[in-house]
């Protein structure tokens, strides 16, 4: 019996006797099968060949990105609170040394994805944290390819979580999109961590509003602007995107209202 995981997307599926002939994840537009056909691989040969990166971001969050790159390469964030620590999306595989570091600083009291992209090995890390609940939005729930007593799915806008940290549904890129709004991080000036959900670019002064990024299908103008004016009533003023280093450290807010600006003008031309 095997768990697989899809090599491209990073998902891990249920324990079965053979990995399935597809990942629909892959097979949506806003993936894509790897350019070899589908293939497999297993938590337990990832911790073989790879390793967690740990790279402290500023007081009370750390981010994780696995080394060498496996299949999205998004990393995920431990946000220590004083009422608790929250995972913030998640990875296809930890290993002992992240394990010890979340254990030493308190464990995980939840564990919170933006979209099924990142919904990876969910399961895996719950169960290593005392059954941690995992928080998912509904609206997203058709893609959850291992089920557990842990997944609790939440409806609406907003959740609150632990010490004013709340989630906001944004959709966009997904129906159940969700970006989580730190109020006191950037030394309490506020922080998003964001996702795919609001997409920080390389140029680390600018976001993107995409339904699909690696097929490149923009977000039509209503859905920029649903997600731009969601979180406008929050104050922050740092995003920490989906990728290793794309942060925008200053002038978040800003960012994104300009972005918005020049996505709906390259929209119109
Ligand atoms: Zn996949
Ligand atoms: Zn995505």
Known sequence: ????????CGTQFEESAAPPDRCPICEDERQFVGFDGQQWTTFEDLRGHHQVDIALQERSLTSFNIEPHFAIGQ???LLQTSEGNILWDCLSMFDEA????IRRRGGLHYICISHPHY??????WSRAFGNA??????DDAEWVMRRSPAIEFWSGETKRLLSGVKLVRCGGHFPGGTVLYWPTGAEGKGVLLSGDIIQVTPDRRHVGFMWSYPNWV???PQAAKRVAATVAPYNFDRIYGAFPKLTIA???KQAISESLKRHLHAMSE
């Open 1 to 8: 019996m095997v768990k697989p995981i899809c090599v491209t």
């Open 75 to 77: 990393r995920a964030f």
């Open 133 to 138: 609940p995992i928080y998912l939005h509904r």
């Open 119 to 124: 919904y990876t090995s969910m399961v895996e």
């Open 218 to 220: 923009p977000l039509g």
């Open 98 to 101: 992240t394990a010890d570091h």
């Open 250 to 252: 200053h002038g978040a």
